[in-house]
Structure formats: structure tokens, C-alpha cells
């Protein structure tokens, strides 16, 4: 095989992990029970897909007598690119400049474009998995309620293709031209955290801006002027991004002159951009890679002194081992991003996103002062809940030890102590979380102390049972052989496993309150027993998790 | 001192024999060399003693003690140090220290005065502030050394450990670990260096495909082939099994 055609193939391999997963299944036989979970969340995932199907035939027949249909297209294909540009950017630096696997790329007899072009090559199929629910239905439910012909489903494929190019590419000339001007390589763990801040900031302000144009209020006249000039919806939500405008008419066109001038068009800024990546990056690409792998420190030997200070006098394990969990978090980018950050983080993303959504901010204050205080408390509880616990400590706290996790089973602490500073560790992140979405709650809908109060403490004790079963299932199937932290965090099964166990148990929750309340038991009284069940839950829990991690550390071979 | 009794391990459900029937008891002082070809079991065999590895049939004692019984107390005796430095990168060399000094117990006064000698020895002690990512792949092993040492262990059990070492600090190696059994301590290592291992060892065992082929002095390995070299003697032991 040519050597650019096998980097691919490598790179699409080791990213993907398909030969490394079929031999954990058929050769080593782990994970099996894994096959039927897979199977019921395809199976769950089909009336989901269909429902949405349905929603968008019945959207489509909405816009068609105003002529707006092809804004559906606009929609979906714009979220898919905005997407890919503002995740891309996160991709494109961890692939192009911190991955491990460039140490051995690099003395390869292999030109730096074609490096870098595998590696955009992995990140493309990787968005094309990911915007694949996004805008699949999409294009097939317009094509089939439009009754458009082979040109259509030709240009469909080559659109779903080129999608990724555009973003990513803009995204790739900025991040390798970044590289070389400024050579932060030696920096990367600044890099990695300044690029993520970015990507928040940008979603928020994306956000924002999209709130804005549909809170921006319109008076009757022009909204009919607007609504009857054709297409005004798709240029006027595609002019965030004018090649999902072009994605849109090579599409929605026609056989005529319209569809394939703007395929043209589309096509020929994808191929301009992807060709002059190549350029650069055959200039650029490896003089911004100086220094990768290594990280520049100052020495300096500590006098007598400083060393006696700083030589400790002996904590106990636990508090050795507390400190690590810290110190081990706070330092590794990915870990902080998807810990520490996204509970302080997230919780402002989402009010925000009220406070910008216009009538669903006036719908939430006017549901909050009539409600009952009880379901109000609730649905705080839940909010408060799901800042805390909807994040990936818990659940990635032994895959994070990765090759390291040979240490915890070598020093003599028994596995209480290990597994004790883990939680209160992940418990205090799930806290973190719960006060800064208290003071963001508070802030912006001026909740009395009495409902905030008994919320709070509901979010607490329900954020002690969240955070002990994400153990539970790190604990079960730990991934320690990862060589790219974000694996153990981003790319781990146990950590959407208990996102999902989360969403579950804050629905059983909640209908289990519903039911109460309609049982004509006061609303004191249903936060009461919830309190009870969620604290006798949580201390079931603990136990289960302390005599599993007895269990476990024993069993765990590395 | 380490007993296996009759210890085995196997890989894939049994497919893949790692470690077949060892038997074996290295007694307090002594230095022992574990040789063998690459996937002969070797660190496996070590990763039974330090209870990285649950064995599949037999026992493995440290002084006395069923490493699978009673893994706390075992522990306790023993350090480790892996034939990779896989060790937290995101700590600096004296916090990852004061971890294995405050897990093991070791009180400030011993701490201070073995972290000192050690870094000093190894030539650590400008690098011992920077966080260990920074280090070399050499400096990483010998802050491992360092943390397997400071606990002063009853039992020390080190896989590959001259790797990625410079001259000096192999040379340092070898005193301490001479030193450590002078002292009664027992130190299990395995080694690809056939000359490490024929000067520096009290016993050597060779290991081929899970099984021990020899274990003795060398000149009780030399009586095997006479006149020959340890090199000789390991082609011939592996080669014919």
C-alpha cells in the first residue's frame, strides 16, 4: 500500500479503536454484556428518529406555502457546520500538535502535508459521526417531501461530504499560522484550556447572538414583508455562516443553473481552502511542532531550608491521597475543563440561554411566582442537580489513574481510604457545582431563601447518590489504557453510562414526586420523603461502594 | 525473603501459559536475578509478588506473609519499581515523594534525610521542584528509584531497572542494591544484561515460556555448560525449550 493511503488507514484505526474493541469482544471476550446495551439504545434511539422525521415532514408542509422550506436545510446544515468549526477547533490542536502518536510520524519518510492532511482526514470522519444524526434525517425527509430526483441525492451526498471541509479547514489555516507565529507549543496545556475557553465563550456568544435575532422583535408589516420574500428565513439564518447559504441552494436549486452553480461555488471554496492548508502546512506544519513533547521548567535546587519546609511531615493516606485527586485534576487541562470548569461553566451557559430565549424567560418568572412552592423547590432541586452531577469526575475517577492506576495497588492503603478521598473528591466538584448554580439561580430569578433552602438540599443529597454511582460504574469497567487523557474523560463509555443513569434517576424522581403529589400528600411532606429516601439511597450506596472497591482493587490486573 | 509456591498465571482463559508452576524462595541478603527472553513471563512473575497480578494457582509469600491474604501488611514491606516510569507527570518530583512517604508512613526526620541523599546521589536535586513531566525518561526512573527507596522496604522488587540509567547512576544502583541486601534485604530483579546480572547477583533463575529452566549461583549455572559465559549458557537454556 502507498505510504499516504496506510497513514490514513493508521490514523482511522488507532482513532477509532475498531480492531482494539473487536478484540475485546471476540478474543478477549470482555464487555459483551456491552452488545445489548448498545442494542436497546439503537432500539430506544428509533421512535426518537422517527418522531423527529415526523416533526420535520410536518415542518416542511409549514414552510412550503410561504416558500421557506429550504430554510429547513439552512438549519440544519448551518448547526452542522457551526458545530464542526467551534468543536473543530478543539480537534484540530489536540490532533495537529499534542497528539502522542507525532513522535513517531515525524522521522517517517513522509512529507508534513501529508501528516497533517491524515490527521485532518481522522478529524473529518470523525464529524461526519458526529453531525450524522443532525443532518442525515435532514436531507433525506426534505429530498423525499420535495420528490426531487437523482440530481438532488448526488448533490445531497456531495454536500454531507464537503460539509466539514470549510469550517475545518478555516479552522486548521488559523491554529497552524497560530502555531508558527507565536510557537506556544511549549505551552500546551495553556493552549489546550485558552482553545476550550475559546470554544465556551463561542458557543455562548453564538447563543447569545442567536437569541437576540429571534427575541429582536418585529412589527406585523415587516414580519409579513420578511415572511413573503422567498428564502428570507435561510439567508437570513445562513448569513452566520454564507457556505451553509451555498450548501443550501446546491441543494434546494434544482437541476437548473441555480443548484449546480452553487455546488460549484461550495465545492470550489472547499477544495481552495483544503489546497491552500496544504501549502501552508507544508511550509508551517513542522516548524510550529519545535519543542512538542517536551515542557520547559526552571531548575533550581532547594536550599536545606526550603527542603525541610517543604518536605512533609506526614499526612495520613487519606489526606495524601485527597491532595492527589486534586492536584492530579487541576493540572491536566482535559480533566479541569470537563470537572472543575464545566459545573462552573455550564450552569451559566444554561441561564443564559434563558435569560437570551425571550419568552421563555417570561414563561419560566410567571410559572415561578404561581406555582406550587413545592414543585418549584423540585424543579430547582433538578436544576441544581443537574449543574452538580451532570459532569464526567465521578465517573471517569479511576479511568483518569489510567497507567498510572499500577500505584494504587502497589502502596499499602486499603482500598476504603483510596476509594474515600475519590469521592469526597468528585462530591466536593458536585458541590462546587450546586453553589454556583444556587448563586446564578437566586440572581436571576430571585428565589426566596425558603424555596432555595430545601432545593439545595435535595440537590445535595441527590448529588451524593449521583456522584457514588458514578463510581460504581467506573469502578465496574475502569479504562486505564488510554495514552491521550481525553480519552478517559471525553471519549469514555462509564461517562455517559452515568450521565444516563443521571437523566434517569432525575425522571424516576420526578414521577415518583408527581405521584406523591397527587396522592394529596403537602408538598413539605413530599420533600420530606424524598429527602429520606435520597439520604437512606445515598448511605445504601456507599456501602455497596466501599465493599465493591474491596472487590475491585483485588481484581483489577495491570 | 519471597517464597512462590507453585505459582502459575495464564492469559486468555488459560490460552496463554505466562507463568507455569514457579517455585522458587529467594532468602533475606540476597540479590536475585530473574533472566529470560522477551514474553518469557518475567514481569509477570514480578507483577504476582507486588499484587498486580492475582495469581491463577499457588501462593507467593513476603517474609512469610500471603501477598494474597494479607496484601496491606505485604505491601508495606515491599516497593516496586516498573520496568516503564509511568509515574503522576503532573506532579513535581517532591510531591510525588512526600505521596509514597506519607502512604508508606515514613516519619519527617528519615524522610528528609533519604529524600536528600537520594536526590543528591542521583543528581536530582535542581530537577526535584519541576513537575515530572518535565523530566527525562532516565530522570523519571530514577525518581522512582528514589520513592522506592524511601520507605527503606524490607523487600524491594525492580523490573528492568539499569534501563535509561546513565553510567553513574547505574554504578549507584548497583552499590544500593548491594547495600540494601548487605543490610537483609531481599531484592528480586530482572535484567536483560547479562553482565549486570553474572556480577551482581547472589542467584540467577532463567525463565523460558512461563517455566524456571536454571536457578543457582553462577558457578552452579556454569557447571551446566562448563567454561562458558553466562550469555552462552542463556542462548543454550533458552534456545533448546
Known amino acids: 500500500m502507498k505510504p499516504f493511503p496506510a497513514l490514513v488507514r493508521t490514523g482511522l484505526r488507532a482513532n477509532f479503536g475498531l480492531r482494539a474493541i473487536a478484540y475485546r469482544f471476540f478474543t478477549e471476550k470482555k464487555d459483551r454484556w456491552l452488545l445489548p446495551l448498545f442494542a436497546l439504545a439503537a432500539v430506544s434511539l428509533a421512535p426518537t428518529l422517527y418522531a423527529g422525521i415526523k416533526l420535520l415532514a410536518g415542518l416542511y408542509g409549514m414552510l412550503t406555502p410561504m416558500n421557506q422550506q429550504a430554510a429547513l436545510l439552512t438549519f440544519a446544515l448551518l448547526t452542522g457546520q457551526v458545530l464542526i468549526l467551534l468543536f473543530g477547533l478543539y480537534y484540530v490542536i489536540s490532533a495537529f500538535y499534542f497528539s502522542r502518536d507525532l513522535e513517531i510520524l515525524i522521522p517517517l519518510p513522509l512529507k508534513p502535508f501529508q501528516v497533517m492532511l491524515s490527521k485532518f482526514i481522522v478529524i473529518c470522519v470523525n464529524e461526519y459521526v458526529t453531525v450524522f444524526l ?165 531548575r533550581r535546587t532547594l536550599s536545606s531550608a526550603e527542603m525541610s519546609r517543604r518536605v512533609s511531615s506526614g499526612r495520613r493516606p487519606f489526606r495524601a491521597l485527597l491532595a492527589r485527586e486534586w492536584r492530579i485534576m487541576n493540572r491536566t487541562p482535559i480533566f479541569l475543563l470537563n470537572g472543575v470548569l464545566v459545573v462552573v461553566i455550564i450552569p451559566v451557559v444554561m441561564l443564559l440561554m434563558v435569560k437570551t430565549g425571550g419568552e421563555t424567560e417570561v414563561f419560566l418568572v410567571n410559572f415561578l411566582s404561581a406555582a406550587n412552592p413545592a414543585v418549584v423547590i423540585l424543579g430547582a432541586a433538578a436544576f441544581l442537580t443537574v449543574s452538580g452531577s451532570l459532569n464526567g469526575t ?62 439545595v438540599g435535595l440537590a445535595l443529597l441527590a448529588g451524593m447518590l449521583l456522584t457514588i454511582i458514578g463510581m460504581l460504574i467506573d469502578l465496574a469497567r475502569p479504562l486505564l489504557d488510554w495514552t491521550n487523557p481525553q480519552k478517559a474523560i471525553k471519549q469514555n463509555l462509564n461517562v455517559l453510562f452515568a450521565m444516563l443513569a443521571g437523566i434517569g434517576f432525575l425522571i424516576v424522581t420526578g414521577w415518583l414526586a408527581a405521584r406523591l403529589l397527587k396522592l394529596g400528600i403537602g408538598g413539605p411532606g413530599v420533600l420530606l420523603i424524598l429527602a429520606a429516601l435520597l439520604a437512606v439511597l445515598s448511605a445504601a450506596g456507599a456501602a455497596l461502594l466501599f465493599r465493591f472497591a474491596r472487590k475491585r482493587y483485588a481484581e483489577i490486573e495491570v | 525473603m519471597i517464597e512462590f509456591e507453585g505459582v502459575s498465571k495464564s492469559y486468555n482463559r488459560g490460552r496463554i501459559k505466562a ?94 534525610s533519604r529524600i536528600e541523599r537520594w536526590l543528591d546521589i542521583f543528581e536530582l536535586s535542581s530537577a526535584v521542584g519541576s513537575p515530572i513531566q518535565s523530566y527525562s525518561h532516565g530522570m523519571k526512573q530514577k525518581i522512582v528509584l528514589t520513592a522506592a527507596l524511601l520507605p527503606d522496604p524490607r523487600v524491594m522488587v525492580l523490573d528492568e531497572p539499569l534501563v535509561g540509567l546513565d553510567p553513574r547512576s547505574a554504578h549507584h544502583l548497583k552499590e544500593l542494591m548491594r547495600s540494601h541486601c548487605d543490610k537483609g534485604g531481599t531484592l528480586f530483579f530482572s535484567t536483560h544484561i547479562m553482565e549486570v546480572a553474572e556480577k551482581l547477583c547472589d542467584r540467577i533463575g532463567i525463565i523460558d515460556k512461563g517455566r524456571l529452566v536454571a536457578c543457582g549461583t553462577m558457578d552452579e549455572l556454569k ?19
Not at chain 1, 507565536?182 to 476550550?196: C, E, P
Not at chain 2, 491474604?69 to 505485604?74: F, G, H, N, S, V
Open chain 1, 134 to 298: 443532525l443532518v442525515v434525517p435532514v436531507l433525506v425527509t426534505w429530498g423525499i417531501k420535495a420528490g426531487r430526483g437523482p440530481d438532488y441525492w448526488v448533490a445531497a451526498v456531495l454536500v454531507y461530504l464537503l460539509l466539514p471541509v470549510i469550517p475545518l479547514a478555516i479552522v486548521s489555516l488559523l491554529v497552524v499560522a497560530l502555531m508558527r507565529l507565536v510557537n506556544v507549543s511549549r505551552k500546551k496545556d495553556a493552549l489546550i484550556l485558552i482553545g476550550s475557553i475559546i470554544l465556551i465563550a463561542g458557543s455562548i456568544a453564538l447563543q447569545s447572538a442567536v437569541g437576540r435575532a429571534n427575541a429582536g422583535g418585529m412589527s406585523a408589516q415587516s414580519a409579513v414583508a420578511f415572511f413573503a420574500a422567498p428564502d428570507s428565513i435561510l439567508n437570513r439564518v445562513g448569513a452566520f455562516f454564507p457556505p451553509s447559504i451555498w450548501a443550501t441552494k446546491a441543494l434546494a436549486g434544482g437541476p437548473g443553473a441555480t443548484g449546480p452553480a452553487h455546488l460549484a461555488l461550495f465545492a470550489g471554496v472547499s477544495l481552495a481552502l483544503f489546497l491552500a492548508l496544504i501549502v501552508l502546512s507544508e511550509k508551517l506544519f513542522y516548524r510550529g511542532l519545535v519543542g512538542i513533547g517536551e515542557t520547559s521548567a526552571r
Open chain 1, 394 to 455: 465521578a465517573s471517569s475517577t479511576f479511568s483518569r489513574e489510567g497507567g498510572q492506576f499500577w500505584m494504587s495497588k502497589v502502596i499499602p492503603v486499603p482500598p476504603r481510604d483510596l476509594v474515600a478521598a475519590k469521592l469526597v473528591h468528585s462530591y466536593a466538584i458536585s458541590v462546587l457545582g450546586v453553589a454556583v448554580s444556587t448563586v446564578a439561580l437566586v440572581a436571576i430569578f430571585h428565589l426566596p431563601a425558603g424555596q432555595v433552602a430545601p432545593a
Open chain 2, 19 to 112: 507463568v507455569d508452576g514457579l517455585t522458587l524462595t529467594i532468602p533475606p541478603g540476597e540479590i536475585f536475578g530473574f533472566l529470560g527472553p522477551n514474553g518469557a513471563g518475567k514481569t509477570t512473575t514480578i507483577k504476582l509478588v507486588v499484587g498486580l497480578l492475582r495469581p491463577d494457582s499457588g501462593r507467593i509469600l513476603v517474609e512469610g506473609i500471603d501477598v494474597q491474604k494479607e496484601p496491606l501488611r505485604t505491601k508495606a514491606l515491599t516497593t516496586y519499581v516498573p520496568d516503564t516510569p509511568a509515574v503522576y507527570e503532573r506532579l513535581t518530583g517532591l510531591e510525588y515523594l512526600n505521596f509514597i512517604g506519607d502512604v508508606y508512613g515514613v516519619p519527617k526526620a528519615d524522610r528528609l
Open chain 2, 223 to 241: 557447571k551446566l555448560n562448563a567454561e562458558s559465559s553466562l550469555e552462552k549458557i542463556f542462548l543454550d537454556l533458552t534456545d533448546k525449550s
